[in-house]
């Protein structure tokens, strides 16, 4: 069983920066693989940025370049980074953690245990 909780989120201009945090329990932290993904008002959830236990991450293509993923196994934190920040970026961000493995899944059914979502507003 994992318990993930977000933190970070918050109401900024375009152009601002964020970095989001995941704080995670359990003691295998390392051996999950872990995502971002996001959800709009009236649109479906989306996947944002993952990285398995070995440190490889994979983007959407709508954020490559923009945000960054990482984790610290040390402290079973994941985080997002995101700069540049755009109105279109609006979104509740959830973290979520999925089976250990080198595949990093971009499907919500990929991962088995989720945050309760944090907000990010960006405004004009």
């Known amino acids: 069983q994992v318990q993930l909780v977000e933190s970070g989120g918050g109401l900024v201009q375009a152009g601002d920066s964020l970095r989001l945090s995941c704080a995670a329990s359990?003691?295998?932290?390392?051996?999950?693989?872990m995502g971002w993904f996001r959800q709009a008002p009236g649109k479906d959830r989306e996947f944002v940025a993952g990285?398995?236990?070995?440190?490889?991450?994979f983007y959407a293509d709508s954020v490559k370049g923009q945000f960054t993923i990482s984790r610290d196994n040390a402290k079973n934190t994941i985080y997002l980074q995101m700069n540049t920040l755009k109105p279109e970026d609006t979104a509740a961000y959830y973290c979520a953690a999925g089976p250990g493995s080198l595949r990093i899944g971009v499907r919500s059914r990929d991962y088995n245990y989720w945050g309760q979502g944090t907000q990010v507003t960006v405004s004009t």
């Open positions: 990285i398995n236990g070995d440190g490889w991450t």
């Open positions: 359990g003691r295998t932290f390392s051996s999950y693989v």
